[in-house]
């Protein structure tokens, strides 16, 4: 039997809606300085004559696509239709690969051109070479503030841009010291130039990647399907993950899972999705939507967990003042022993709090039945343990060999 749970589409929008405008501030921000940045430097290259200038103004203006394409995430990712019921995210990868093809088409105009000699250094200014030591700080100083309100606002997209600025400074350097080299005699111009032209072929490169990635629907990379079966296999009332899959689309992740539950009460496994969602919204950035189709758990064998009073193997009169508890593996269908361990009890000296301590402890080894001398029906770690599809029984077995007797019984 299957269940798709048709209210697990939780949305970001309201978190978002109460930081976007700050984010959106900074944003537009960073666009203004990237061609405030860019007008500067085609300025000052023609002013000079300096081809290492024009290829750093060509180079920021990918600094200026992507905060273009920053602002155009944070505008359209609450544009949802009825055409378009999964947003229009992927425009921005269209633009992407656009632009990709146009730094293509630039850096090889630059190479060309620095590589046939055919162009002639102008003389420099001090003030020219005081300017582009100014145009070295600003983006650096600026990327520092917007890591820093990127991760104050948890915002990844911030956070990356300003990272970026930071980035930039090398090829700032460069032209700077080229500059300078020319000043002194040194040709070093159209050097620089084809340096610079090298990271622009390498940015637009990376652009082009990622944006056909998305736009071809490829998946998201290993690591990220394994944090999120990661993040699903931490709620105890998953019994298997039987499939991940997720996509990006724009800047934004698309997750679909098919799991396993240990509870028949829908109500109940409803809540079990839901807290699986929001694990993955809180853990991973950039989430626009996760559905969770549950199946019941169907298994060959059962886990039993009982407290002990000590390693010899006496069953414990009280569930969290137990020193050990043991975990029994038993095959249903050969009516066998499959596996046998006994685990210490952490939380066994906590003064307060410590039955649910120690029901929270025991869920992480995934137990089916929890035996015990006293009922646990009516208290604390009892409804812990139906929460999370747990059975909780009585037993009447003074030591585990006897337990196990029963069990194989």
């Avoid at 105890?236 to 799991?259: C, D, H, M, Q, W």
């Avoid at 039993?304 to 029994?328: D, R, T």
């Avoid at 208290?379 to 077995?397: D, H, N, Q, R, S």
């Amino acid at each position: 039997m299957h269940y798709e749970d048709p209210m697990s589409e939780t949305c970001r929008y309201e978190d978002d809606q109460s930081r976007a405008p700050s984010i959106l501030r900074i944003a537009v921000y960073s666009l203004l300085l990237n061609i405030c940045l860019v007008t500067s430097k085609f300025v000052l290259s023609n002013l000079a004559g300096s081809l290492a200038l024009r290829a750093d103004a060509v180079h920021s203006l990918v600094d200026v696509f992507a905060s273009m394409a920053l602002i155009l995430g944070l505008v359209i990712s609450s544009r949802k239709s009825k055409n378009f019921p999964y947003g229009l995210y992927k425009v921005e990868n269209i633009v992407s690969v656009v632009i990709s093809l146009l730094l293509f088409l630039t850096a090889y105009e630059l190479a060309l051109e620095a590589l046939e000699g055919g162009h002639a250094a102008g003389g420099y200014y001090g003030w020219i070479l005081l300017a582009a030591g100014l145009l070295i700080m600003l983006p650096f100083l600026f990327g520092r503030y917007e890591v820093r309100i990127g991760k104050m606002a948890n915002s990844p997209s911030l956070i990356a841009d300003g990272s970026q600025f930071k980035a930039d400074v090398l090829t700032s350097s460069l032209v700077f010291l080229a500059l300078l080299g020319q000043q002194l005699g040194y040709p070093l111009d159209k050097y620089a130039a084809i340096i610079i032209t090298i990271f622009i072929t390498k940015a637009g490169w990376q652009i082009l990647v990622s944006g056909m990635r998305v736009l071809l629907d490829a998946s998201v990379s290993a690591e990220t399907l394994e944090k999120i079966r990661s993040l699903i296999r931490e709620e105890p009332a998953v019994g298997t993950v039987k499939e991940v899959i997720a996509r990006n689309s724009g800047r934004y992740l698309f997750v679909e899972a098919v799991v396993t539950l240990r509870l028949t009460d829908l109500k109940r496994a409803h809540l079990a999705s839901q807290r699986i969602e929001e694990k993955i919204r809180e853990e991973m950035p950039n989430v626009d939507r996760v559905i969770v189709h549950y199946e019941p758990l169907s298994r060959s064998w059962l886990r039993y967990a009982v407290p002990l009073a000590g390693p010899e193997g006496k069953v414990g009169e009280h569930f969290g003042e137990s020193p050990y508890f043991a975990l029994i593996d038993i095959d249903l269908k050969q009516r066998k022993l499959q596996g046998q361990t006994v685990v210490a009890n952490p939380d066994k000296d906590l003064p307060k709090g410590r039955g649910l301590k120690v029901a929270a402890f025991l869920l992480g080894y995934k137990p089916d039945v929890v035996l015990t001398k006293e009922d646990l029906a009516e208290k604390g770690p009892g409804y812990v343990f139906a929460e999370a599809g747990v059975e909780t029984e009585i037993t009447e077995a003074e030591d585990l060999d006897q337990l196990i007797c029963d069990l194989l019984a």
